[in-house]
């Protein structure tokens, strides 16, 4: 069974850190890559960062670089998000999300978790 919940979310000011957790099971990490993305009220969800399951291959959009880190526990069937700088663009609900092989969907998502930051 395929199953990812998220943890961490929460109430921080503008330039604190929060860090996220996406629990999978473990068949889930035998899949191919965990994104996490994030979305607000009226704007589509957006890619924020990717890890493979394998290897160290990371993405992060250009919005997050330097302030991000994706990272993986396979000991623990766990991704994390350390979020660091945080400002108020960066307020949404946080998914983490599988997908099964390299260039399709990430069909298998979270319940989400909502991030907050005030100014």
């Known amino acids: 069974q395929v199953q990812l919940v998220e943890s961490g979310g929460g109430l921080v000011q503008a330039g604190g850190s929060l860090r996220l957790s996406c629990a999978a099971s473990?068949?889930?990490?035998?899949?191919?890559?965990i994104g996490w993305f994030r979305q607000v009220p009226g704007k589509e969800r957006e890619l924020v960062a990717r890890?493979?399951?394998?290897?160290?291959?990371?993405y992060y959009r250009d919005s997050v670089k330097g302030r991000f880190t994706i990272s993986r526990d396979n000991a623990k069937n766990t991704v994390f998000l350390q979020m660091n700088s945080l400002n108020p663009a960066d307020t949404a609900v946080y998914y983490c999300?599988?997908?099964?092989?390299?260039?399709?969907?990430?069909?298998?998502w979270g319940q989400g978790t909502q991030v907050t930051v005030s100014s």
């Open positions: 999300a599988a997908r099964a092989t390299p260039g399709n969907e990430y069909n298998y």
């Open positions: 473990e068949r889930t990490f035998s899949m191919d890559a």
């Open positions: 890890i493979k399951l394998s290897g160290d291959n990371t």
